[in-house]
């Protein structure tokens, strides 16, 4: 079975705009789950969504948005970029019930904001 | 809201040595708890979990974590370390608030295995 796939791997973005990163889950997972990960805040979870739906969210501001389509593929956009939303981004997969299942994370997107 | 205290950013042990990763958590009511492993120039994966049963989980390469919920800890132990546990380990925890599920992680420790 491929694994989670992210894609872009690399980003460069300036202050202002907005991003669209994209994430495929493991074939059969109908949960898949966003995180930040920077030296500074660590690991931050984003959202979940299951079955093109948001079903859990976490602490993020209103910029961070994200949806679900009916092959599960998962798509995080973030609008109006600042400096600190320079992080690396993982999205994991995960079959059963989601977030307590084990979950499979890609390799992430590197987001750089300048 | 849920915290997640790793006390050790960085934790160096001799190989073959016991070692043990602190995680404890803020709020106790009915939570999951999960360890995490990043190795070098690799993914983040599922080391071992507790939802529900024994408070004594394990994994397949020998780590084992407790729950506590007296001390609202959920600590990293392994008897014998071996230079392929060298990784970033990570502590989570989920709990409900506001009908839906967060997930909060510690900052992680850094094991070195010095051979």
């Known amino acids: 079975k491929a694994g989670v796939t992210q894609t872009p791997r690399y980003l460069i973005k300036t202050r202002g705009q907005q991003v669209t990163l994209s994430c495929s889950p493991i074939?059969?997972?109908?949960?898949v789950s966003w995180y930040q990960q920077t030296p500074g805040q660590g690991l931050q979870f984003l959202f979940e969504?299951?079955?093109?739906?948001?079903?859990n969210k976490g602490n993020f501001p209103g910029r961070f948005s994200g949806r679900q389509f009916s092959n599960s593929r998962s798509e995080m956009n973030v609008s109006t970029l600042e400096l600190g939303d320079s992080a690396l981004y993982l999205c994991?997969?995960?079959?059963?019930?989601?977030?307590?299942?084990?979950?499979?994370f890609g390799p992430g997107t590197r987001l750089t904001v300048l | 809201a849920q915290s997640v205290t790793q006390l050790d950013s960085q934790v160096p042990v001799f190989e073959e040595a016991p070692v043990e990763l602190r995680c404890n958590y803020s709020?106790?009511?009915?939570?999951?708890l999960f360890w995490y492993v990043q190795y070098p120039n690799q993914g983040l994966q599922l080391l071992l979990k507790y939802l529900s049963g024994s408070t004594l989980v394990e994994s397949i390469n020998g780590f084992e974590a407790e729950f506590n919920k007296s001390q609202t800890s959920f600590h990293l132990r392994k008897p014998s370390v071996h230079i392929s546990d060298t990784a970033e380990y990570f502590c989570?925890?989920?709990?409900?608030?506001?009908?839906?599920?967060?997930?909060?992680f510690g900052k992680g420790t850094k094991l070195s295995v010095i051979p």
């Open positions: 989570a925890v989920m709990d409900s608030g506001a009908g839906s599920y967060q997930l909060t």
């Open positions: 969504y299951f079955s093109e739906t948001q079903r």
């Open positions: 074939s059969g997972h109908r949960s």
């Open positions: 994991a997969s995960s079959g059963g019930q989601g977030l307590t299942d084990t979950q499979y």
């Open positions: 709020s106790s009511v009915s939570v999951y």
